[in-house]
């Protein structure tokens, strides 16, 4: 896994952590002939917003989950590149390797504003883990509400060879315990990025004449030839537009099998395997997995074929499980048809779907209920 490979950092010296003035730990740079010492930088914080105009809506009238997760991801996007390349080295750009579990705590409506603010929370040697909060702002009210949280890991590549992982320059963190809680999250994720793997070779096969509420009844396709709007400078697929495109994908898996209204409620770990290159075909499948009473979990793959590059075959670039919920047209939660596995890797797919819904489910319940 190429975003995920350790790479030595290309610079002329070596980068040395040392003690500066008055305790305070810093970087020294030693190269030929020069010696100079850099403080590190502190927990970095970025905000930006915008008002949502109609046509970031979906059919509900709502703001599209997908154009909120690549707010998200823009915002951690330009926090992690600049902290990247705050000291004195090889330039880079940070790209996306993986968002934790993203929550949407409530709608965003149209006309409104969207604050978006990202924090630099831990970084280790090869990642950067950003925070973002996405806040809704009623303009004529005044009123604000928080609609969503999520975490994400980003690395940063080298502008000469976007295959190079470079190192992340170190910071100081304003208390030692928040140094060992972001350690155990690195962990963490590390190993489920591991576990994900077993399911790279899953691949969405259409059926005939699928009966309704079977996985091949709802499950849908979208193929997107990458051009430049969706790359960064450096020729690669920005994560949000990947993320974006994941989203719709989900929400037309979600309205073949409810035929109502249907919003993101959350979005499970979404894993970048690979960089997605420009003039890359990219095929983005939706299945469904599991059905809860009132909640559907979808299965989103990207595969990318890079079809003018004869050399290299056709890969597995992310994957993630999407929540959806079927909602009125008041808005109101509507009970959901409940999925009919037929094969044995669907009835697989089912009970490890009902498995992560309990798992949630307990955690949620845990958080509610008052501490003795």
Known sequence: MK???????????????????????????????????????????????????????????NVHGGTILKMIEEAGAI??????????????????????????????????????????????????????????????????????????????????????????????????????EGRKRYEAQKLERMETKWRNGDIVQPILNPEPNTVSYSQSSLIHLVGPSDCTLHGFVHGGVTMKLMDEVAGIVAARHCKTNIVTASVDAINFHDKIRKGCVITISGRMTFTSNKSMEIEVLVDADPVVDNLQKRYRAASAFFTYVSLSQEGKPLPVPQLVPETEDEKKRFEDGKGRYLQVKAKRQAQVEPQP
């Not at 502190?42 to 917003?49: D, H, I, S, Y």
């Not at 702002?137 to 005044?142: A, C, D, P, R, S």
Request: hydrophobic share 40%.
């Open 79 to 180: 926090i992690s590149t600049r902290h990247c390349n705050s000291q004195n080295g090889e330039r880079c750009v940070a790209a996306l390797a993986r968002v934790e579990r993203t929550d949407f705590l409530s709608p965003m409506c149209i006309g409104e504003v969207a604050h978006v603010s990202a924090e630099i929370t831990y970084t280790s040697r090869h990642s950067v883990e950003v925070q973002v909060h996405v806040m809704s702002e009623n303009i004529l009210t005044g009123t604000k509400k928080l609609t969503n949280k999520a975490t994400l890991w980003y690395v940063p590549l080298s502008l000469k060879n976007v295959d190079k992982v470079l190192e992340v320059p170190p910071v100081v963190y304003s208390r030692q315990e928040q140094e060992e």
């Open 3 to 61: 975003l995920a490979r350790a790479a030595g950092l290309g610079l002329l010296g070596r980068l040395v952590a040392s003690r500066g003035p008055r305790g305070r730990r810093g970087v020294s740079i030693h190269a030929t002939g020069t010696s100079a010492k850099l403080p590190l930088p502190r927990l970095a914080v970025f905000g930006t917003g915008r008002i949502m105009r109609p046509d970031d809506a979906n059919v509900a009238g």
